[in-house]
């Protein structure tokens, strides 16, 4: 057992299992083979309408949440501050570091309206300077609590702002700088190639962090808070060190470290990073850290008619999407925040009333959303963090009214008065045209690697296949590898990509029908079967997953060991994404695409792609880049996932 026995009972409602085994060390819970168990204990020490482990002292101790709310329109029902306690005695739930008579030295109290929790504006003394590293060197850049500051005038900021780091980046006070700039020849370091065959890759069962530190980081902005070395100098309660360390991180990715200071101190950040590099915790844990710092639990919310959350965090499918709810989760366990999730293909009234219980952190989909906030279910009027998680791929899936609706629409603070973070493994030039108008002027522009690039973790081969026939045989050899190596320990997987969902339909049971063992998703698959195909494809009871791009984007499988383009998709972004399901955490992947005459228009950037990842690349494939080949039968750009 994991020991992670999660009373947030604000999971999904729907009886579907917190998503178990990856890089948790968890065994599959379920027991059918296709991942179905009954939906009530599962195997987490859930309850099924558990009275949370906060239970009765939630409940209770806000008796007078009503009154206007801070938006003025009356949608909330907002706490007195007579009869708000005393934050000493009901954060106790939040913590268990004892740390809180030291938090609340030099605090000044602020009363916003917000169901069930109030903000405390951080006023920091110089003990609290002195203290805590974290927290020093973001006050010192300058920036007070971001948040805090927008809320009140009155934020005590230390006078100083003077830097006293010891890293370049902090006292050159840089606009724009590069601070490592060396890519490593090979992983290895030594040039030879580590992964000679690609039933090698994957084998090390843990994440390996080490492997990004050579990465380069640019940052551009004003006065940037200097990076974290660990996550200890976040200066969190003990409570999120434990989850931390339980989630198995020792030392924050480069994206963590440049990230989590500059979402502390309260400024908006866009930000890219390599597949797999860790970004959701970029943004999930200082949203925890914040709520937890400057965020009073007032009791009661149980009489709240609209979930009124402090961050909203959006992503573009419903598997990205509970994803982080359960990263989210994982890092707020036994503390106070209350994390939900809502997303579209199951129906609409467990959520409401998951809601109802109250909700800090949203984790959604754009269309889910849009419609809970026109049914008068959702108030955005209290988001501090809005969040769009590979905001790249909801405009490419036609969610761009709906994010409209939600972040320009609606009741959402606007720029500045909220703080937006902007997370993907790449920066189209949409993306930029949405960061202009979704982030304040003064944001920090964060890229760890190249924008667009792949990891080095990751070996790419490309494969000239001109037959249907011969990609099907070649894939069912790499299944039967996939099955010798299996043995009795955890299999390693596979994905393939393929480009419509007829195909994926077709592929799947032809592969069936030859004794593979394969499951499928794609966006005409309900719900229901994707969550089924999903844990059957976790768990490894099916190691081969068939998919459209559905799956491209923020799968985080640790054993997945191989991904094959089985069709190569149009666009380089979407190829890095793909091959991104592999190769996470610093562990190694391959990717083997299979390219036919349809693709030549992906020739260019494909070389240019491998080279750049010093891949090889075969002849065949500069012929095709060189001789500028016309796309003979381009495939229809209609979206078919
Ligand atoms: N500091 C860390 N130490 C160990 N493992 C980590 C660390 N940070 C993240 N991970 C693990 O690495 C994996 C990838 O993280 P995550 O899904 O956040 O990557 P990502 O950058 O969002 O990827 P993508 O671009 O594909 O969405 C996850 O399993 C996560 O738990």
Same mark, same amino acid.
């Given at each position: 057992?994991?020991?992670?026995? *999660?009373?947030?009972?604000?999971?999904?409602?729907?009886?579907?299992?917190?998503?178990?085994?990856?890089?948790?060390?968890?065994?599959?819970?379920?027991?059918?083979?296709?991942?179905?168990?009954?939906?009530?204990?599962?195997?987490?020490?859930?309850?099924?309408?558990?009275?949370?482990?906060?239970?009765?002292?939630?409940?209770?101790?806000?008796?007078?949440?009503?009154?206007?709310?801070?938006?003025?329109?009356?949608?909330?029902?907002s706490p007195h501050p007579s009869n708000l306690p005393n934050?000493?005695?009901?954060?106790?739930?939040?913590?268990?570091?004892?740390?809180?008579?030291?938090?609340?030295?030099?605090?000044?109290?602020?009363?916003?309206?917000?169901?069930?929790?109030?903000?405390?504006? *951080?006023?920091?003394?110089?003990?609290?300077?002195? $203290?805590?590293?974290?927290?020093?060197?973001?006050?010192?850049?300058?920036?007070?609590?971001?948040?805090?500051?927008?809320?009140?005038?009155?934020?005590?900021?230390?006078?100083?702002?003077? &830097? *006293?780091?010891?890293?370049?980046?902090?006292?050159?006070?840089?606009?724009?700088?590069?601070?490592?700039?060396?890519?490593?020849?090979?992983?290895?370091?030594?040039?030879?190639?580590?992964?000679?065959?690609?039933?090698?890759?994957?084998?090390?069962?843990?994440?390996? /962090?080490?492997?990004?530190?050579? #990465? =380069?980081?640019?940052?551009?902005?004003?006065?940037?808070?200097?990076?974290?070395?660990?996550?200890?100098?976040?200066?969190?309660? #003990?409570?999120?060190? /434990?989850?931390?360390?339980?989630?198995?991180?020792?030392?924050?990715?480069? /994206?963590?470290?440049?990230?989590?200071?500059?979402?502390?101190?309260?400024?908006?950040?866009?930000?890219?990073?390599?597949?797999?590099?860790?970004?959701? @915790?970029?943004?999930?844990?200082? /949203?925890?850290?914040?709520?937890?710092?400057c965020c009073t639990n007032t009791g009661d919310s149980t009489?709240?008619?609209?979930?009124?959350?402090?961050?909203?965090?959006?992503?573009?499918?419903?598997?990205? $999407?509970?994803?982080?709810?359960?990263?989210?989760?994982?890092? =707020?366990?036994?503390?106070?925040?209350?994390?939900?999730?809502?997303?579209?293909?199951?129906?609409?009234?467990?959520?409401?009333?998951?809601?109802?219980?109250?909700?800090?952190?949203?984790?959604?989909?754009?269309?889910?959303?849009?419609?809970?906030?026109?049914?008068?279910?959702?108030?955005?009027?209290?988001?501090? !963090?809005?969040?769009?998680?590979?905001?790249?791929?909801?405009?490419?899936?036609?969610?761009?009214?709906?994010?409209? &609706?939600?972040?320009?629409?609606?009741?959402?603070?606007?720029?500045?008065?909220?703080?937006?973070?902007? !997370?993907?493994?790449?920066?189209?030039?949409?993306?930029?045209?949405? @960061?202009?108008?979704?982030?304040?002027?003064?944001?920090?522009?964060?890229?760890?690697?190249?924008?667009?690039?792949?990891?080095?973790?990751?070996?790419?081969?490309?494969?000239?296949?001109?037959?249907?026939?011969?990609?099907?045989?070649?894939?069912?050899?790499?299944?039967?590898?996939?099955?010798?190596?299996?043995?009795?320990?955890?299999?390693?997987?596979?994905?393939? !990509?393929?480009?419509?969902?007829?195909?994926?339909?077709?592929?799947?049971?032809?592969?069936?029908?030859?004794?593979?063992?394969?499951?499928?998703?794609?966006?005409?698959?309900?719900?229901?079967?994707?969550?089924?195909?999903?844990?059957? !494809?976790?768990?490894?009871?099916?190691?081969?997953?068939?998919?459209?791009?559905?799956?491209?984007?923020?799968?985080?499988?640790?054993?997945?060991?191989?991904?094959?383009?089985?069709?190569?998709?149009?666009?380089?972004? $979407?190829?890095? *994404?793909?091959?991104?399901?592999?190769?996470? @955490?610093?562990?190694?992947?391959?990717?083997?695409?299979?390219?036919?005459?349809?693709?030549?228009?992906?020739?260019?950037?494909?070389?240019?792609?491998?080279?750049?990842?010093?891949?090889?690349?075969?002849?065949?494939?500069?012929?095709?880049?060189?001789?500028?080949?016309?796309?003979?039968?381009?495939?229809?750009?209609?979206?078919?996932?």
């Amino acid at each position: 057992m994991s020991g992670w026995e *999660h009373n947030d009972d604000g999971g999904d409602g729907w009886g579907l299992e917190p998503s178990s085994t990856d890089g948790w060390g968890l065994e599959p819970r379920s027991s059918d083979g296709w991942g179905l168990e009954p939906t009530s204990s599962d195997g987490w020490g859930l309850e099924p309408s558990s009275t949370d482990r906060w239970g009765s002292e939630r409940r209770t101790s806000n008796g007078g949440t009503s009154g206007p709310s801070r938006s003025g329109k009356g949608l909330l029902p907002s706490p007195h501050p007579s009869n708000l306690p005393n934050p000493k005695n009901v954060r106790r739930n939040a913590s268990s570091s004892g740390k809180f008579g030291e938090m609340y030295k030099g605090y000044e109290e602020r009363y916003v309206g917000h169901a069930g929790r109030t903000r405390q504006n *951080h006023q920091y003394n110089e003990d609290d300077l002195n $203290t805590n590293y974290g927290r020093r060197e973001l006050d010192k850049s300058g920036y007070g609590r971001g948040i805090g500051s927008r809320m009140t005038n009155n934020l005590s900021r230390p006078k100083s702002i003077v &830097r *006293h780091g010891t890293l370049d980046v902090v006292e050159g006070g840089f606009n724009q700088m590069t601070i490592v700039d060396k890519l490593p020849k090979s992983i290895d370091g030594a040039g030879n190639d580590p992964y000679p065959d690609y039933s090698s890759a994957c084998s090390n069962g843990n994440a390996n /962090i080490d492997a990004y530190q050579n #990465v =380069s980081v640019e940052v551009n902005g004003k006065d940037v808070p200097r990076p974290l070395n660990s996550f200890k100098d976040i200066g969190s309660e #003990v409570v999120i060190q /434990i989850n931390i360390e339980k989630c198995g991180y020792k030392q924050p990715t480069p /994206i963590q470290k440049h990230a989590i200071p500059v979402c502390l101190s309260g400024r908006d950040l866009m930000a890219t990073a390599q597949t797999g590099s860790g970004k959701t @915790a970029a943004f999930c844990l200082p /949203i925890i850290v914040d709520i937890l710092r400057c965020c009073t639990n007032t009791g009661d919310s149980t009489s709240v008619s609209m979930a009124a959350p402090f961050a909203v965090i959006l992503s573009p499918t419903r598997e990205l $999407t509970s994803q982080i709810h359960e990263e989210a989760k994982k890092f =707020s366990h036994n503390t106070s925040v209350r994390v939900a999730v809502v997303y579209g293909g199951v129906p609409i009234g467990v959520q409401v009333n998951n809601l109802q219980r109250g909700v800090d952190i949203l984790v959604a989909t754009p269309g889910r959303l849009s419609d809970l906030m026109d049914r008068r279910k959702v108030t955005l009027s209290n988001v501090e !963090f809005l969040v769009l998680d590979e905001a790249d791929r909801m405009l490419d899936m036609g969610f761009e009214p709906q994010i409209r &609706r939600i972040v320009e629409e609606g009741d959402m603070p606007p720029v500045k008065q909220r703080q937006t973070l902007l !997370f993907s493994a790449t920066f189209p030039n949409e993306i930029k045209r949405l @960061a202009r108008t979704y982030l304040s002027e003064d944001h920090v522009h964060l890229s760890v690697g190249r924008t667009g690039s792949s990891t080095n973790l990751i070996k790419q081969v490309v494969e000239r296949h001109l037959e249907v026939t011969s990609k099907r045989n070649r894939l069912l050899e790499f299944f039967r590898k996939q099955e010798m190596r299996g043995g009795k320990e955890r299999t390693m997987l596979t994905v393939v !990509f393929v480009e419509t969902k007829r195909e994926v339909d077709s592929l799947t049971e032809w592969l069936c029908r030859m004794g593979c063992s394969a499951t499928s998703i794609h966006g005409d698959r309900t719900q229901y079967e994707r969550e089924r195909s999903m844990k059957a !494809f976790r768990s490894g009871k099916m190691p081969m997953l068939i998919a459209t791009d559905v799956a491209a984007r923020g799968l985080d499988v640790s054993d997945i060991s191989l991904v094959v383009n089985y069709d190569l998709p149009r666009e380089i972004d $979407t190829y890095v *994404h793909r091959i991104g399901r592999t190769g996470r @955490a610093g562990r190694m992947g391959t990717a083997i695409s299979f390219f036919s005459e349809n693709d030549a228009s992906l020739a260019k950037p494909l070389v240019d792609l491998l080279k750049e990842a010093k891949q090889e690349v075969p002849e065949w494939l500069l012929d095709f880049a060189d001789s500028r080949h016309t796309r003979v039968g381009r495939r229809s750009s209609s979206k078919n996932w």
